[in-house]
């Protein structure tokens, strides 16, 4: 056996080497090729997410502003409507107040003195003839015996008409 | 309440009581009456002007026992003045309810003047003759999804919502108060909430707040700390205005009760002060039939327009459905919406539990011409694969999910889909029925076609059924879920690259 030539030995690897460096050459252009595919579709995936993190920001940054565009407009409309109710009653308060007034006048009035014989009579058919009457200060009367009482003061008579005239009170703030 | 006995009383004056015998918790004794009836409604003048009112609850010879609304707390024998109205409790009926906030009694809690109508109806009612009676028909819409599509509530009748403690009940009666439409007819809601904490009441008022201010909401709250007899009241308060409105204003009225067992303790405390014998859990014998006389206010009358719906709301103590209240009330109304512990576990809401659900008059008001033509096929559908779906999980328990078959695992897919796209929804989300039944098409799809034998085969073909929905998923890579759609894509292109 003998040592071959420098040249044969270039000759006889060139094949190798050549096969060699075509493989290199083609895994390195897979390689790049995957590497670039991977890092489009990482930057795609990327890009994806950031727009489904953007939407869902701006949905929920939508959701919240209209939850408090809703809050807001609940506590105008809610305060609007205490005031609408609390002008009615008020209202209302001063129908009473100025009903009762009216009412007390009717001591003043010249058949006062029948309307307390009335209301006397009233209370006696409720009590029998018994019942101690007392004239009220303020205005009618009030009928007691023992255990019972009836009572028939002027506040006390305007009080119970209001109550009656009941739904016609609306017509205070009625359109 | 200050026009009750309008039509009772006289004007000059009527006689009152002065001799009482004794003040005992809830109960005044007064001596000396005549004249006086079982339940008849009392108005008691204190000595500072105050006024209290309270009912008869016994009467014998001239002594008469008064149960007080507002409890005798404070009440000094000797000043007081006790006038009987000679009837039961009236409240004066008519629109002039709607946008009104109320206490369990009826008196104003929005600051407004009191509740006036032109005319004046006793709140016992009086019992519907059954002839007179039209059967419910016709759905009331409530926008949560799981409900319209699965236990379709119907004008006319009685659906009680059976829940537990912890569970968000009220959210959900509150939701369904805010959103239920009669299909664009005109509709009210009278919301009676009872026992309910001072949160809750307010957060019922916040949530309602809108339908209020469109003048379609009556509001009756008894909070926790108010007087308990009052809340005995409060449901026959709101059942009497809804009678008004529904029969004679013809509105579609839904009378929302929560917590109708707060309302039973009630009755059951005001039953062991009259000395009753108490029959299961020491509620009063007669439970049953005060449920009833309740809950059989609702309905439909022959030749009159409106309907009143009712929707109670109670809470299972410890969860149990045999306790007395449930199970009488589960006698007397027609199905139940049963919300499960397991699910609300899940984060889903509503929590509904679907496969314990059952609203009987379903068929009354859904299907062809009512609500859509494929409404009860789905829901027949839905429940027979959630039905599978519950024993292939019972079965995976055992055997483990890999062992199961590729049709029973599409069926656990069917349930977490029903669970998470068909059932869950926003708390403020109301859920237009076309999109609920398309929805439950959706969620049916993810199981092969050979599964939903109930659907008619024209529909199946109309909606794309496949023998292999999965597949399906994967090609079109459509999912709900992006960020896990990422994650399956760049795990498949993983497997490439390694293959290559």
Not at chain 2, 188 to 216: C, I, K, N, Q, Y
């Amino acid at each position: 056996m003998r040592t071959p030539a420098p040249d044969e030995v270039e000759a006889a690897l060139e094949p190798v080497r050549t096969e060699l460096l075509r493989a290199a050459h083609a895994e390195t252009v897979a390689l790049l090729t995957r590497a670039d595919r991977e890092a489009a579709e990482l930057l795609d995936g990327a890009r994806a997410e950031a727009r489904t993190i953007l939407e869902e920001a701006r949905r929920e940054g939508e959701a919240q502003g209209a939850a408090a565009a809703r809050d807001v407009r609940a506590r105008a409309r809610r305060a609007a409507r205490a005031h609408e109710l609390t002008a009615r009653r008020e209202a209302y308060e001063e129908l009473r107040r100025r009903v009762t007034e009216r009412v007390r006048e009717l001591r003043n009035a010249p058949h006062y003195a029948s309307v307390l014989g009335r209301l006397t009579g009233h209370t006696r058919r409720l009590l029998g003839p018994d019942a101690e009457v007392i004239v009220h200060p303020e205005g009618g009367l009030v009928a007691r015996v023992p255990g019972r009482r009836v009572d028939c003061t002027l506040d006390a008579l305007a009080a119970r008409a209001l109550d009656r005239a009941g739904a016609e009170a609306e017509t205070l703030w009625a359109p | 309440m200050s026009d009750d006995c309008r039509s009772a009383s006289s004007i000059w004056g009527d006689v009152e009581y002065t001799a009482i015998r004794e003040l005992r918790g809830p109960l005044a004794v007064v001596e000396g009456v005549t004249g006086v009836g079982w339940d008849e409604f009392v108005r008691i003048t204190l000595e500072s002007g105050e006024q209290r009112h309270g009912l008869v609850l016994e009467v014998d010879r001239g002594l008469a026992v008064v149960q007080v609304l507002e409890d005798t707390t404070g009440m000094d024998p000797r000043g007081i003045r006790v006038a009987f109205t000679g009837g039961p409790l009236r409240i004066p009926v008519g629109p002039g309810w709607l946008g009104r906030v109320c206490n369990g009694r009826g008196d104003p809690i929005d600051g407004g003047p009191p509740v006036f109508g032109h005319t004046s109806v006793a709140v016992g009612g009086s019992p519907i003759n059954p002839l007179r009676r039209e059967p419910p028909s016709e759905p009331v819409l409530t926008g949560v999804g799981a409900v319209d599509a699965l236990t379709t509530l119907v004008r006319g009748q009685k659906l009680p919502v059976f829940s537990t403690a912890g569970l968000p009940h009220l959210e959900l009666a509150a939701q369904i108060a805010a959103q239920s439409t009669a299909g664009g007819e005109s509709f009210s809601v009278v919301f009676a909430g009872m026992g309910l904490t001072h949160p809750d009441a307010s957060f019922v008022r916040d949530a309602l707040e809108e339908r209020s201010a469109a003048g379609e909401l009556v509001l009756l709250l008894n909070t926790a700390d108010d007087p308990v007899i009052e809340r005995i009241l409060t449901p026959r308060l709101a059942l009497t205005i809804a009678e008004e409105l529904a029969f004679t204003s013809g509105r579609h009225v839904l009378v929302v009760m929560s917590d109708m067992t707060s309302y039973a303790e009630a009755l059951r405390e005001v039953s062991a002060a009259r000395g009753e014998i108490p029959a299961r859990r020491a509620y009063p014998g007669y439970l049953y039939s005060d449920l009833a006389s309740l809950y059989e206010r609702c309905g439909r009358l022959r030749g009159r327009p409106g309907s009143v719906t009712v929707l109670p709301v109670l809470t299972m103590p410890a969860g149990d459905i045999t306790h007395p209240v449930p199970d009488l009330t589960g006698y007397i109304t027609e199905g139940q919406i049963v919300l499960s512990r397991e699910t609300h576990a899940l984060g889903v809401y509503p929590p509904v539990d679907a496969l314990s659900s059952l609203s009987r008059l379903m068929r009354k008001g859904a299907g062809p011409g009512r609500t859509r033509a494929d409404h009860l096929d789905i829901a027949a559908q839905l429940l027979a694969a959630l039905a599978r779906a519950r024993q292939v999980r019972e079965l995976a328990d055992l055997v483990g999910e890999a062992a199961l078959s590729p049709t029973d695992r599409r069926h656990l897919v069917f349930e977490e889909a029903f669970l998470r796209r068909f059932v869950d929804q926003r708390r403020d989300q109301s859920r237009p029925l076309d999109q609920t039944l398309e929805t439950a098409w959706q969620v049916l799809l993810t199981l092969p076609r050979s599964q939903l034998s109930m659907l008619p085969a024209a529909l199946l073909d109309a909606h794309g059924a496949r023998e292999d929905p999965g597949a399906e998923e994967e090609d079109s890579g459509e999912n709900s879920e992006r960020s896990m759609e990422y994650g399956e894509r760049s795990m498949e292109y993983d497997e490439r690259g390694a293959v290559e």
